[in-house]
C-alpha cells in the first residue's frame, strides 16, 4: 500500500529559482511529516520536518507547507543552488501514537539545478 | 563524533547464499533502525530495536530476514537463502529513545546488495 505519495519524480531548475515538490499521504494517523536529503552514495539526512498542527516552517531557503484537510504536504526550496541537486524524499510517521518512529518514504524526486 | 557506519560498504554475492550486514549505531543511540532501499526508490522500513530488543518487526518481507542486536549497540541484518530480489541499499539509522518529542534519525551511508 502506497501511504506517501510524491511528485514529480525528477525536476530541473534555473540557479536561483524556486524548486516545488509535492506529498499527498492517506493515512490520518501520521503525526510527524520530515524531508530527507540524499547525495548519491550516501544516506538520507534530515533536511526540515513538520508537525501538523502547524500550516508551515521554513529553514533558511527551506520551506514546509502542510495542509491537513487536504492530507498534503510540500517543500519549497527558494534560490535554488546548483549544491542542492540530490534527491529528495518526503516522509511520515506515526510518532506519538505508535512511539517507533518509523518512516514511510515517498518515492523520491531528483533535483537538478542547472547553474 | 562519529556517524553511523555501516560494513560492508559493497556486497555481491550468488543466489542462496547467506549474507550478513553490519551497523554500528551512533554512541548513545538506543533506537536503531534497518531500511531497504531498492534502486530509484524510496527507503522501505524493515526493522526497529528499542535496546536489544525488535520492538517492531513488521517490514521483514519474509521469514529469510533476521536481525539481532544482542548488546544493545552493533545490529546485524541477517538474509537467509538470497534471492535476486534481494538487491538493494540496505539503510541503518539510529536515533536517541523515542519519547516526548521527536528524535531525528541518523542514516548510515548504507550496504548495496547485489545478488547475482
Known amino acids: 500500500q502506497q501511504q506517501v505519495k510524491q511528485s514529480p519524480q525528477s525536476l530541473i531548475v534555473q540557479k536561483g529559482g524556486i524548486s516545488i515538490i509535492n506529498c499527498a499521504y492517506e493515512?490520518?494517523?501520521?503525526?510527524?511529516f520530515p524531508w530527507y536529503q540524499q547525495f548519491p552514495g550516501k544516506g538520507p539526512a534530515l533536511l526540515i520536518a513538520?508537525?501538523?498542527?502547524?500550516s508551515e516552517k521554513k529553514e533558511g531557503r527551506f520551506t514546509i507547507s502542510f495542509n491537513k484537510s487536504a492530507k498534503q504536504f510540500s517543500l519549497h526550496i527558494m534560490d535554488s543552488q546548483p549544491g542542492d541537486s540530490a534527491t529528495y524524499f518526503c516522509?511520515?510517521?506515526?510518532?506519538?501514537?505508535?512511539?517507533?518512529?518509523?518512516?514511510?518514504f515517498g518515492q523520491g524526486t531528483t533535483l537538478q539545478v542547472k547553474p | 563524533g562519529a556517524g553511523v557506519s555501516q560494513t560492508p560498504s559493497n556486497k555481491v554475492t550468488e543466489k542462496g547464499k547467506y549474507v550478513e550486514l553490519r551497523c554500528d549505531p551512533i554512541?548513545?543511540?538506543?533506537?536503531l533502525y534497518w531500511y531497504r532501499q531498492s534502486l530509484g526508490q524510496g527507503p522501505e522500513f524493515l526493522i526497529y530495536?528499542?535496546?536489544?530488543?525488535?520492538?517492531?518487526d513488521s517490514g521483514l518481507p519474509n521469514d529469510r530476514f533476521f536481525a539481532v542486536r544482542p548488546e544493545g549497540s552493533v545490529s546485524t541484518l541477517k538474509i537467509q537463502r538470497t534471492e535476486r530480489g534481494d538487491s538493494a541499499v540496505y539503510l541503518c539509522?539510529?536515533?536517541?529513545?523515542?519519547?516526548?518529542?521527536?528524535?531525528?534519525?541518523?542514516f548510515g551511508p548504507g550496504t548495496r546488495l547485489t545478488v547475482l
Open positions: 539509522a539510529s536515533s536517541l529513545t523515542p519519547g516526548k518529542t521527536y528524535n531525528e534519525q541518523f
Open positions: 493515512n490520518t494517523a501520521f503525526d510527524y
Open positions: 513538520i508537525r501538523p498542527d502547524v
Open positions: 516522509a511520515a510517521s506515526i510518532f506519538w501514537s505508535s512511539n517507533t518512529g518509523k518512516l514511510i
Open positions: 554512541s548513545g543511540h538506543t533506537a
Open positions: 530495536f528499542q535496546g536489544t530488543g525488535a520492538a517492531d
